[in-house]
C-alpha cells in the first residue's frame, strides 16, 4: 500500500495538491476534497510484480493466519465506523444510512463471513468415482489460490461493490489489486490503511487509482479479473481478457423488474417499491427500475408510491436522519436520467411527482414517478440508474412476466403476493439471476446465497461456494496406493486382452433393453 499512498497528495488532509492526479468531486456539494494518482500501465505492471512477489507469504499463512487478519478488520470497521461512512459519503454523496446500511452492514460482515467459511469452502475435497479403472485409488479435489486477483469497481458502492470482491480473493490466499472507479477512490485507500495497521504484509492488498486506462492495464496483469460495472465495459474486459486467457466473473447493469399481483400487501408492495428504487438515489445494480402491477390494486399501489416518494427529502447528506435521497455521484448519470424522463413525457408518459434536477450546488435529481409508460419508453428498457420509478398498468401475471423478460438485462426481480406458491411460480418464469418474492434486494446481504446475472447482467457470481472458489484453480490430485505392477489396458497391447477389456465394457454399460 504504502508506494500507492505516497503518492497520494493531500488526501489525509483533505486538501489538493497534486494537479497530475484526479481530482476527487463531492457531488453534493461540487467541491473538490482530494486529489488522486492517475496510474499508467508502467506503474500498474510494478504494483503487480510487488502483489506477486507477496503472495507466497500471504498463502503460507493458512486459513486461520489470514482469518486473524481479516476479523482484525471487521472490529476496525466498526471502531472507525464514523470515518469510514464519511469517507463513503463525501465521494458518493449517498446519504448516511445508505453508506450505513448497504456498505458498513456488507463491508463488516463480509470480513466475517469470508474469514470463517474459506475453509468450508475450499478444504480439500474427497471424491468418489463410479469408474472400476480409478478403484482403490485415492481421489482429491483441491482448490488453491490462483496467485494475483484483480478488482474493478463501479462508483456507485466502494465498499460493497469494489472492496467487497477483494475479501473472499484475499481469504483465498490470493493477493489483489484493486481498480475503484476514478469518481470514488477514497474508500478503497482508506480499506488499505485498515489492512494495514491491522497486520496485513506489505503488498497483498494494493489500490491502483486511475481511469479507464489503468483498469485496462490491470486485466493483462493479474490472473483472474472480477469486474463490476457497466454492460459495454464488461465487454471490453472480458475482450482483453481473452488476449491472455484471464478469466473473468463480470456482475454488469440491470433493469430490475417489480410484479405486484392483485392478491399482494399493496401497502408492503409499495414501502418496498419506494424504499428498494430510491435508496441510494437509485444507484444500485439491484434497484426496482420498473413496476407492473395488475388492474384491480393499479390505482391504489400508485397513489400508495406516489404519497411515500413525495414524502422523500432529497440533499446534501448532513448526519443521520438528515435526507433520505442523496447525490448523482457520477456526472453523466444525470443526463441519462433527464433524458429517460424527457423520452417518457415525449411519449405520453405523466409525470406523478418528481420529473426534475432538485436545487444545488451539489448535483440532485427529485425521486419520480411516472405513470403511463410503456416499453416503447427508454425509462422501461434501459437502465436509467436514478431515483425514477416507471409503473405501468398490466392485464395479469402473463402479460407481467413476458413484459419483465422483455429486456437484454436479467440481473434481479421481484413479485409481490399473499399466496407465496403463487409468487414463487411467477418467479420461477423470470429470466433473471436472483428472484425475491415479497421482498427486494436484501437477498445480497445473504452471502451463503449466490448473486449474480442472467443474459447481458453478467457471467459468473459473487457470495456462495463459487464467490471464493471463483479465485482458485482447482487441482485434481489421484494418489495409487494399493496397485499391481501393470494394468490389463495398458502395454503391450494383446488380442485377448483387448477382448476381455470389451467384454468388461459390455458388462459395464451395455446391459438391459433401451427404449
Ligand atoms: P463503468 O463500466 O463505467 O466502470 C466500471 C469500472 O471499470 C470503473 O472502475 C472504470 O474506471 C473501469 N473501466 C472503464 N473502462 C475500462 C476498460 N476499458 N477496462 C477496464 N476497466 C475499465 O461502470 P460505472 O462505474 O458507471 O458503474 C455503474 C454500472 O455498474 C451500472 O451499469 C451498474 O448496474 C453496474 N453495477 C453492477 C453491479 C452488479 O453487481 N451487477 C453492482 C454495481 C454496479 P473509471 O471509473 O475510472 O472510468
Redesign the pocket.
Known sequence: MASVQEKVAGTENGSVSDSAG?AVENPATGQVIATVPDLSPQDVSRLAAQGRAAQPAWEALGFEGRARILLRAQKWMLDNVERVIETIVSETGKSYEDAQFAEISYGANALGFWAKNAPKYLEDEPVKSSSVFVKGKKLILRYRPLGLVGV??????PLS??FGDCIPALAAGNSVIL?????TPLTSLLMGEMLAECGLPENVYQVAT???????A??DEVDFIM????????K??ME?AAQTITPVSL????KDPMIVLSDADVERAANLAAYYSMQNAG????SIERVYVEEPVYDEFVAKVTDKVKALRVGKPEGPGSVEVGAIT?PP?METIEAHVKDAVDKGAKVLTGGKQGAGPGRFYEPTVLVDVDHTMDCMTE?T?GPTLPIMKVRDADEAVRLANDSPYG?AASVFSKDTERGQAVARRLEAGAVCVNDALINYSALELP???AKA??LGS?HGANGIRKYCSQQAILVSKLHMKNEMHMFPYKRGRTERLLKLFKFLWGRGKRD
Not at 210 to 216: D, F, H, K, M, S
Open positions: 484526479i474493478i469497481g463501479p462508483w456507485n458502492y461493490n469494489s481498480k475503484p472507479s476514478e469518481v486511475g481511469r479507464g486506462e489503468t483498469g485496462a490491470l486485466v469486474f463490476t460495472g457497466s454492460t459495454a465495459t464488461g471490453k474486459v482483453r456482475e454488469l447493469g440491470g444507484q444500485t445494480c439491484i457520477f448519470q437502465e440508474f440481473l448473486m449474480g446475472g447482467s453478467g459473487r
